[in-house]
């Protein structure tokens, strides 16, 4: 289980550098140009996750990202575990971001910290992991199991399903909201022209 999960590390460290080799240089003659990574996209890539989850997740990476640079440093996740009543020694912020940094670049991007509530879900981390006490902790609701869960084949089928639809919902729940709010938007232009007419003639 470890050397897999390692070889799926290293492997996503090959493609980060693949894609990332030579950004802003001109290829040499009869190279190809360098690659750009792959867009990640988390409502594709943790479909366990509902839209708001994954938002609520969002807004809580960027609370704790104080440095703006789009990640979550040592120092950042010792004021974050801090925040959440549960302080961390150095060392054990270090095996915190090693268990889910794909990169070794030592620090969270959003694709890591979404990991951790991933891998709190399925239950893939210890008992006394620090990341789970903060999967724990932080108000996300990580107990939902995703298709993996399912007892067989037509389960999953009317899950996955399921979780598409509320999906689609979700989506529809928000273009209705935007529209709503646009058409009211609209009433009180019209209302503010109609008193504006009225005190102008």
């Known amino acids: 289980m470890a050397s897999e999960e390692l070889a799926q590390k290293l492997q996503r460290r090959l493609q980060l550098e693949e894609s990332g080799a030579g950004v802003g240089e001109e290829p040499a003659k009869g190279e190809e140009p360098p690659r750009r990574a792959a867009v990640f996209n988390p409502y594709t890539e943790f479909k366990e996750f ?3 989850q994954i938002k609520d997740m969002e807004r809580m990476f960027r609370l704790y990202d104080s440095g703006r640079d789009g990640y979550i440093d040592l120092m950042e996740l010792k004021l974050m575990m801090e925040k959440l009543g ?33 891998k709190a879900a399925a ?28 007892k067989n084949f037509f389960e999953a089928k009317v899950q996955a399903l399921s979780s598409a639809s509320k999906f689609e919902a979700e989506i529809k729940a928000e273009q209705d909201e935007r529209k709503r709010e646009e058409e009211e938007r609209k009433h009180r232009r019209a209302a503010f022209r109609e008193l504006k007419s009225a005190f102008t003639q």
Not at 94 to 110: P, Y
Not at 133 to 144: F, G, M, P, Q, R
Request: glycine content about 10%; hydrophobic content about 40%.
């Open 86 to 118: 549960a302080p961390q020694t150095h060392l054990g912020l270090k095996n915190m971001i090693k268990e889910v940094d794909e990169d070794f670049d030592g620090k969270l991007s959003f694709r890591e910290f979404l990991l951790i509530f991933h």
């Open 50 to 52: 509902s839209r708001r």
């Open 123 to 150: 239950g893939e981390l210890e008992e006394d992991s620090g990341l789970l006490t903060l999967a724990k902790l932080s108000e996300i609701d990580v107990s939902i199991e995703g298709v993996k869960g399912a």
